[in-house]
Protein backbone atom coordinates (compact mmCIF):
# COMPACT_ATOMS: atom_id res chain seq x y z
CA UNK A 1 0.00 0.00 0.00
CA UNK A 2 1.41 3.27 -1.03
CA UNK A 3 2.33 6.01 1.57
CA UNK A 4 1.12 8.56 -1.45
CA UNK A 5 -1.64 7.61 -3.06
CA UNK A 6 -3.03 9.74 -6.02
CA UNK A 7 -6.73 8.45 -7.99
CA UNK A 8 -7.83 10.18 -11.32
CA UNK A 9 -6.59 13.30 -10.80
CA UNK A 10 -8.10 15.95 -12.62
CA UNK A 11 -7.25 19.72 -12.93
CA UNK A 12 -9.24 22.18 -15.29
CA UNK A 13 -8.02 25.91 -15.57
CA UNK A 14 -10.47 28.03 -17.51
CA UNK A 15 -11.25 25.52 -20.51
CA UNK A 16 -7.91 23.95 -20.70
CA UNK A 17 -8.06 20.61 -18.87
CA UNK A 18 -4.21 20.61 -17.70
CA UNK A 19 -4.51 17.04 -15.98
CA UNK A 20 -6.83 14.60 -17.25
CA UNK A 21 -6.91 11.58 -14.61
CA UNK A 22 -3.74 10.84 -13.34
CA UNK A 23 -3.37 7.74 -11.02
CA UNK A 24 -0.47 6.74 -9.11
CA UNK A 25 1.19 5.53 -6.08
CA UNK A 26 4.10 6.15 -3.88
CA UNK A 27 5.60 3.39 -1.38
CA UNK A 28 7.69 4.68 1.68
CA UNK A 29 11.18 5.11 1.56
CA UNK A 30 11.44 5.35 -2.17
CA UNK A 31 12.51 7.68 -4.47
CA UNK A 32 9.36 8.29 -7.18
CA UNK A 33 9.87 10.51 -10.38
CA UNK A 34 7.93 11.91 -12.59
CA UNK A 35 9.48 12.45 -16.16
CA UNK A 36 7.94 14.04 -19.19
CA UNK A 37 8.29 16.99 -21.40
CA UNK A 38 8.11 20.76 -20.77
CA UNK A 39 4.09 21.31 -20.10
CA UNK A 40 3.47 17.75 -19.45
CA UNK A 41 1.51 18.45 -16.08
CA UNK A 42 4.56 17.65 -13.68
CA UNK A 43 4.82 20.94 -11.72
CA UNK A 44 0.68 21.15 -11.67
CA UNK A 45 0.44 17.35 -10.12
CA UNK A 46 3.12 18.99 -7.55
CA UNK A 47 1.25 21.69 -6.50
CA UNK A 48 -1.45 20.01 -5.94
CA UNK A 49 0.64 17.32 -3.61
CA UNK A 50 1.44 20.39 -1.93
CA UNK A 51 -1.56 21.78 -1.14
CA UNK A 52 -0.98 24.78 -3.12
CA UNK A 53 -3.91 24.01 -5.53
CA UNK A 54 -6.83 22.80 -5.37
CA UNK A 55 -7.69 19.77 -8.03
CA UNK A 56 -11.20 20.00 -9.89
CA UNK A 57 -11.50 15.89 -9.18
CA UNK A 58 -9.63 12.81 -8.08
CA UNK A 59 -8.50 11.95 -5.01
CA UNK A 60 -5.06 12.42 -3.48
CA UNK A 61 -4.22 11.16 0.26
CA UNK A 62 -0.55 11.60 1.34
CA UNK A 63 0.33 8.84 4.67
CA UNK A 64 -3.40 9.02 4.84
CA UNK A 65 -4.14 12.76 4.90
CA UNK A 66 -6.59 13.69 2.64
CA UNK A 67 -4.76 16.83 0.43
CA UNK A 68 -8.32 18.94 -0.04
CA UNK A 69 -9.94 18.17 3.46
CA UNK A 70 -6.29 17.83 5.62
CA UNK A 71 -4.33 19.93 3.82
CA UNK A 72 -2.51 21.39 7.22
CA UNK A 73 -1.98 18.20 8.12
CA UNK A 74 -0.59 17.43 4.88
CA UNK A 75 1.66 20.47 4.97
CA UNK A 76 2.72 19.29 8.50
CA UNK A 77 4.17 15.76 6.63
CA UNK A 78 6.06 17.18 3.59
CA UNK A 79 8.03 20.26 1.75
CA UNK A 80 7.70 21.49 -1.18
CA UNK A 81 10.91 23.09 -3.29
CA UNK A 82 9.22 24.79 -6.12
CA UNK A 83 11.28 24.93 -9.91
CA UNK A 84 11.67 28.18 -9.40
CA UNK A 85 12.15 28.65 -5.70
CA UNK A 86 14.37 31.66 -4.53
CA UNK A 87 16.19 32.97 -1.15
CA UNK A 88 16.35 36.31 0.28
CA UNK A 89 19.38 37.41 -1.58
CA UNK A 90 20.48 40.02 0.98
CA UNK A 91 20.42 37.68 4.21
CA UNK A 92 23.25 35.11 4.38
CA UNK A 93 22.67 31.59 4.21
CA UNK A 94 22.75 30.74 7.74
CA UNK A 95 20.23 33.73 8.71
CA UNK A 96 18.58 32.22 5.81
CA UNK A 97 17.88 28.59 7.65
CA UNK A 98 17.24 30.27 10.87
CA UNK A 99 14.87 32.31 9.73
CA UNK A 100 12.84 29.06 8.10
CA UNK A 101 13.73 27.02 11.22
CA UNK A 102 11.85 29.61 13.08
CA UNK A 103 8.34 28.52 11.03
CA UNK A 104 9.17 25.38 12.41
CA UNK A 105 10.06 25.47 15.76
CA UNK A 106 10.31 27.92 19.00
CA UNK A 107 12.49 25.62 20.64
CA UNK A 108 16.22 27.27 20.34
CA UNK A 109 17.81 23.71 20.26
CA UNK A 110 15.56 22.00 17.92
CA UNK A 111 16.36 25.23 15.40
CA UNK A 112 19.85 25.41 15.94
CA UNK A 113 20.19 21.63 15.23
CA UNK A 114 17.92 21.98 12.10
CA UNK A 115 19.99 24.64 10.88
CA UNK A 116 23.07 22.49 11.55
CA UNK A 117 21.31 19.46 9.73
CA UNK A 118 20.91 21.64 6.73
CA UNK A 119 24.77 23.27 6.81
CA UNK A 120 25.89 19.78 6.50
CA UNK A 121 23.65 18.76 3.88
CA UNK A 122 24.08 21.64 1.72
CA UNK A 123 27.71 21.18 1.38
CA UNK A 124 28.85 25.22 1.69
CA UNK A 125 31.05 25.04 4.71
CA UNK A 126 32.03 28.90 5.70
CA UNK A 127 30.33 30.25 2.97
CA UNK A 128 27.08 29.85 4.56
CA UNK A 129 28.07 32.63 6.24
CA UNK A 130 28.22 35.20 2.85
CA UNK A 131 25.20 36.58 1.55
CA UNK A 132 22.91 34.75 -0.44
CA UNK A 133 23.52 37.10 -3.50
CA UNK A 134 27.09 35.97 -3.81
CA UNK A 135 26.55 32.79 -4.32
CA UNK A 136 26.55 30.63 -7.77
CA UNK A 137 23.10 29.34 -9.16
CA UNK A 138 24.13 25.60 -7.57
CA UNK A 139 25.10 27.05 -3.78
CA UNK A 140 21.15 28.55 -3.90
CA UNK A 141 19.54 25.53 -5.03
CA UNK A 142 21.94 23.05 -2.60
CA UNK A 143 20.70 25.69 0.31
CA UNK A 144 17.55 25.37 -0.92
CA UNK A 145 17.65 21.75 -1.02
CA UNK A 146 19.04 21.91 2.17
CA UNK A 147 16.31 24.07 3.71
CA UNK A 148 13.83 21.40 2.43
CA UNK A 149 15.33 18.48 3.98
CA UNK A 150 16.15 20.07 7.34
CA UNK A 151 12.78 19.90 9.00
CA UNK A 152 12.32 16.32 8.24
CA UNK A 153 9.30 15.93 6.48
CA UNK A 154 8.66 12.57 5.58
CA UNK A 155 7.66 13.13 2.21
CA UNK A 156 9.85 15.85 -0.37
CA UNK A 157 7.85 17.11 -3.08
CA UNK A 158 10.84 18.20 -5.49
CA UNK A 159 10.41 20.39 -8.49
CA UNK A 160 13.45 19.48 -10.73
CA UNK A 161 15.92 19.44 -8.28
CA UNK A 162 19.19 19.49 -10.06
CA UNK A 163 17.72 22.09 -12.59
CA UNK A 164 20.35 24.83 -13.83
CA UNK A 165 22.92 22.67 -12.10
CA UNK A 166 26.61 21.81 -13.14
CA UNK A 167 27.03 18.07 -13.84
CA UNK A 168 29.71 18.14 -10.47
CA UNK A 169 26.68 20.20 -8.41
CA UNK A 170 23.49 17.59 -9.85
CA UNK A 171 25.53 14.75 -9.03
CA UNK A 172 26.04 16.18 -5.22
CA UNK A 173 22.08 16.90 -4.77
CA UNK A 174 21.72 13.52 -5.88
CA UNK A 175 23.98 11.50 -3.25
CA UNK A 176 22.57 13.88 -0.51
CA UNK A 177 18.93 12.88 -1.93
CA UNK A 178 19.94 9.12 -2.04
CA UNK A 179 21.56 9.62 1.79
CA UNK A 180 18.19 10.94 2.67
CA UNK A 181 16.10 8.39 1.63
CA UNK A 182 18.35 6.01 3.11
CA UNK A 183 17.34 7.94 6.16
CA UNK A 184 14.04 7.51 6.10
CA UNK A 185 12.72 9.90 3.76
CA UNK A 186 10.62 9.41 1.16
CA UNK A 187 10.77 11.70 -2.09
CA UNK A 188 8.49 12.16 -5.37
CA UNK A 189 10.57 14.38 -7.65
CA UNK A 190 9.83 15.96 -11.20
CA UNK A 191 12.32 16.01 -14.33
CA UNK A 192 12.65 16.28 -18.00
CA UNK A 193 16.25 14.73 -17.30
CA UNK A 194 15.39 11.04 -18.34
CA UNK A 195 18.60 10.13 -18.41
CA UNK A 196 19.01 11.06 -14.34
CA UNK A 197 16.37 9.58 -13.37
CA UNK A 198 17.97 6.41 -14.25
CA UNK A 199 20.50 6.77 -12.23
CA UNK A 200 18.22 8.39 -8.81
CA UNK A 201 14.60 6.91 -9.15
CA UNK A 202 13.32 3.48 -7.77
CA UNK A 203 10.13 4.32 -9.81
CA UNK A 204 8.84 6.42 -12.28
CA UNK A 205 5.63 7.22 -14.05
CA UNK A 206 5.85 8.67 -17.32
CA UNK A 207 3.34 12.38 -17.99
CA UNK A 208 2.57 13.21 -21.37
CA UNK A 209 0.06 15.82 -22.14
CA UNK A 210 -1.87 15.72 -18.57
CA UNK A 211 -1.48 11.73 -18.52
CA UNK A 212 0.61 8.89 -16.96
CA UNK A 213 1.32 6.65 -20.28
CA UNK A 214 3.66 3.98 -17.95
CA UNK A 215 4.89 3.43 -14.71
CA UNK A 216 7.34 1.21 -12.91
CA UNK A 217 11.16 0.89 -12.41
CA UNK A 218 13.25 1.71 -14.74
CA UNK A 219 14.47 -1.73 -15.60
CA UNK A 220 11.26 -2.85 -16.17
CA UNK A 221 10.32 -0.23 -18.44
CA UNK A 222 13.50 -0.52 -20.25
CA UNK A 223 12.75 -4.35 -20.79
CA UNK A 224 9.35 -3.80 -21.71
CA UNK A 225 9.99 -1.31 -24.68
CA UNK A 226 13.29 -3.35 -25.48
CA UNK A 227 15.20 0.35 -24.92
CA UNK A 228 18.43 1.14 -24.24
CA UNK A 229 17.22 4.11 -21.67
CA UNK A 230 14.84 5.78 -20.16
CA UNK A 231 14.49 8.92 -23.31
CA UNK A 232 13.95 5.56 -25.97
CA UNK A 233 10.94 4.46 -23.59
CA UNK A 234 9.62 7.73 -23.42
CA UNK A 235 9.74 7.89 -27.37
CA UNK A 236 7.88 4.37 -27.34
CA UNK A 237 5.38 5.17 -25.18
CA UNK A 238 4.52 8.49 -26.74
CA UNK A 239 4.25 6.97 -30.34
CA UNK A 240 2.10 4.10 -29.48
CA UNK A 241 -0.12 6.53 -27.17
CA UNK A 242 -0.71 8.47 -30.59
CA UNK A 243 -1.30 5.62 -32.66
CA UNK A 244 -4.22 4.06 -30.77
N1 LIG B 1 -2.17 28.93 -14.01
C1 LIG B 1 -2.21 28.45 -15.25
N2 LIG B 1 -3.01 28.98 -16.17
C2 LIG B 1 -3.09 28.48 -17.43
N3 LIG B 1 -2.38 27.41 -17.85
C3 LIG B 1 -1.57 26.84 -16.97
C4 LIG B 1 -1.44 27.30 -15.63
N4 LIG B 1 -0.55 26.49 -14.98
C5 LIG B 1 -0.15 25.57 -15.89
N5 LIG B 1 -0.74 25.78 -17.08
C6 LIG B 1 -0.56 24.98 -18.30
O1 LIG B 1 -0.66 23.62 -17.97
C7 LIG B 1 0.27 22.84 -18.70
C8 LIG B 1 1.11 22.02 -17.72
O2 LIG B 1 1.96 22.91 -16.99
P1 LIG B 1 2.99 22.39 -15.91
O3 LIG B 1 3.72 23.59 -15.39
O4 LIG B 1 2.29 21.54 -14.94
O5 LIG B 1 3.96 21.50 -16.82
P2 LIG B 1 5.36 20.84 -16.49
O6 LIG B 1 5.26 19.43 -16.92
O7 LIG B 1 5.77 21.12 -15.09
O8 LIG B 1 6.32 21.63 -17.49
P3 LIG B 1 7.85 22.14 -17.32
O9 LIG B 1 8.70 20.92 -17.48
O10 LIG B 1 7.98 23.07 -18.49
O11 LIG B 1 7.99 22.81 -16.01
C9 LIG B 1 1.07 23.81 -19.55
O12 LIG B 1 0.55 23.80 -20.86
C10 LIG B 1 0.84 25.15 -18.89
O13 LIG B 1 0.88 26.20 -19.82
Request: aromatic share 6%; with cysteine.
Amino acid sequence: MGVVIVEDLKKSIGRREILKGISFEIKEGEIFGLIGPNGAGKTTTLRILSTLIKPSSGKVSIFGKDVTREPHEVRKLISYLPEEAGAYRNMRGIEYLRFVAGFYTKNSREMEAMVEKAVEISGLGDRVKDRISTYSKGMVRKLLIARSLMVNPRLAILDEPTSGLDVLNAREVRKILKQAVREGLTILLSSHNMLEVEYLCDRIALIHDGRIVESGTVEELKERYGAQNVEEVFEEVVKCSENS
